[in-house]
């Protein structure tokens, strides 16, 4: 842990006074001790604390439950629209962090009645979602990636199983062939990644996007990017293709990373997985316990100040980036759940935000129903799930944004295919 405490003792640049003592904050970081590192911040800084991130750009990271509310309930003080960020000046093109903050017209950076015209109109198309047939997809989709390593009594649940099970339910959303999937999910994964690739990732999910609006306007079906073409707000065709593409690499990333978050805790908390496997808590009450204390998404990029201002006592500026702790804000000791069965019913986190910015209803009940699918079946197939190596050896992506695991290797009892198991 030396190298993470060095980390956060780093200078700041002299041309920030008001970043004084400001934390490195890196992926990196965040991956030796994430617990470790929010608890040293903000006992340093309490509900708002100065960082660096990649190449000493400055940003004010919103640790606090509180504070965090504030700012995703005030879109006018608070707004969305990065093109007003002062520190434009330091980032090069190829900056780490640009596939989060590069301005897109899209739903993400509107605001305004724009936003509202936008979001309702992906709100909308996705409440359309039956359920039942997604759960029943889900199911389906579930068995048989479980049917190619359940021979094996061997899997990497990362891999084979929580990255590719979203993807699946996505692609049958969004009325695509899986034979686009192996492309698509390579796509998302570059184009959120902090490397080179990301850009013409993005272009090419782009251009994928662009074609799937083009064959829904002239053959509409019961697929998202129609319903969402027919919506009232009238969206053009260049406004429903990156829309589409934010939704896809939002929920495949998101999902993916719940249902990894979800089976790791199963397998290194005994009496996590007693209470799931025994009945006592359902798989959506764990997945819900889980966005308390391991959310997917653990930090977003961000906010920007509108003007001059005070958040928990640090003097915010015109254009100053904030960075939403959502982690953080969860394990806020003043709103922390006093025990693991409040966790699970508890429903007051902020893991899909809040606020106009927010995850738009209905999604995060459909990324519920992909991922409590995905966990009910995985148990039901194979009850018998053990890490096959030390939990203290897993990785966890170097990542400020996402959390998750590199890898989660399991062993089980061979199991035969779903169709045998019915039988």
């Known amino acids: 842990m030396a190298s993470a405490g060095s980390e956060l003792g780093a200078a700041p640049p002299p041309s920030d006074p008001d970043h004084a003592g400001a934390a490195h904050f890196t992926g990196p970081l965040l991956a030796v001790g994430q617990d470790w590192c929010y608890s040293r911040l903000r006992e340093r800084h309490g509900g708002v604390a100065p960082v660096l991130l990649d190449g000493d750009v400055p940003a004010w990271l919103v640790l606090g439950y509180r504070e965090l509310h ?53 709100g909308h198309a996705l409440d359309a979602t039956d359920r039942a047939q997604l759960a029943a997809r889900c199911a389906e989709v579930a068995d048989e990636l479980i049917d190619t390593f359940a021979a094996a009594g061997l899997a990497d649940l990362i891999a084979q199983y929580a990255q590719k099970l979203p993807i699946r339910a996505l692609t049958w959303m969004y009325g695509l062939a899986d034979a686009a999937i192996p492309e698509l999910a390579r796509d998302i994964a570059d184009s959120l990644d902090a490397g080179p690739a990301a850009t013409e990732a993005h272009q090419r999910l782009y251009l994928r996007m662009q074609q799937l609006v083009r064959d829904a306007r002239r053959a509409p079906g019961p697929d998202l990017p129609s319903r969402l073409l027919a919506h009232p707000a009238g969206l053009t065709d260049d406004e429903a293709a990156i829309d589409l593409l934010v939704v896809l690499a939002m929920a495949q990333q ?124 995985l148990l039901d197939r194979l009850p018998d799930l053990e890490l096959s190596v030390p939990a203290e050896t897993l990785q966890w992506r170097p990542s400020v944004w996402m959390r998750g695991l590199l890898a989660l290797p399991v062993s089980f009892t061979p199991a035969g295919p779903a169709a045998l198991a019915l039988s």
């Open 70 to 122: 504030r700012v995703t309930s005030d879109p006018l003080l608070f707004g969305r629209d990065c093109r007003r960020w002062n520190s434009w000046h330091r980032v090069p093109d190829d900056w780490p962090l640009m596939p989060y903050v590069g301005w897109t017209p899209s739903v993400m950076f509107t605001e305004g009645a724009e936003h509202q015209r936008r979001a309702g109109a992906v």
């Open 254 to 377: 998101a999902t993916a990373g719940w249902i990894g978050n979800t089976l790791h805790r199963m397998l290194v908390d005994d009496e996590f997985s007693l209470a799931l496997q025994g009945g006592r808590r359902s798989a959506g009450q764990a997945l819900n316990e889980v966005l308390w204390a391991g959310p997917p998404v653990q930090n977003f990029i961000g906010r920007w100040a509108a003007q001059d201002t005070e958040l928990g006592g640090c003097p915010v500026k015109r254009g100053d980036l904030l960075i939403l702790g959502l982690a953080a804000a969860n394990s806020d000791p003043q709103v922390q759940p006093g025990s693991a069965a409040e966790a699970a019913a508890n429903r007051a986190h902020l893991s899909f935000g809040h606020g106009e910015h927010g995850c738009p209803f209905p999604a995060p009940e459909l990324a519920g129903v992909i991922a409590r699918t995905a966990v009910e079946v």
